[in-house]
Nanobody, 117 residues
């Protein structure tokens, strides 16, 4: 059974930092590309950052480049999102995603990030 445990969300002031974690189980983690998505109220879900399975190549949305860093620890079956210099517009529910080709696409339950003074 595929399971995700997401943690690290919360309330932070503008300019602050948070580190999201997503611990996965129930599938061969090292074989999957991992991503973080986010969805703000009234908006579509958007891709924030991705990291590939083998080479660990990363990609980022333009809105978070230079501020967010995605990483993975295959020994711990965990993907991370380090978020620095947070802005109010980063407020959203953040979702962990695992994908292998077009056949396997798994989602976490989401963790809330609120950036506000």
């Amino acid at each position: 059974q595929v399971q995700f445990v997401e943690s690290g969300g919360g309330l932070v002031q503008p300019g602050g930092s948070l580190r999201l974690s997503c611990a996965a189980s129930g599938f061969t983690f090292r074989m999957f590309g991992m991503s973080w998505y986010r969805q703000a109220p009234g908006k579509e879900r958007e891709l924030v950052a991705s990291i590939t399975s083998i080479s660990g190549t990363t990609t980022y949305a333009d809105s978070v480049k230079g501020r967010f860093t995605i990483s993975r620890d295959n020994a711990k079956n965990t993907v991370y999102l380090q978020m620095n210099s947070l802005k109010p517009e980063d407020t959203a529910t953040y979702y962990c995603n695992a994908q292998w080709g077009y056949a396997y696409d798994y989602w976490g339950q989401g963790t809330q990030v609120t950036v506000s003074s």
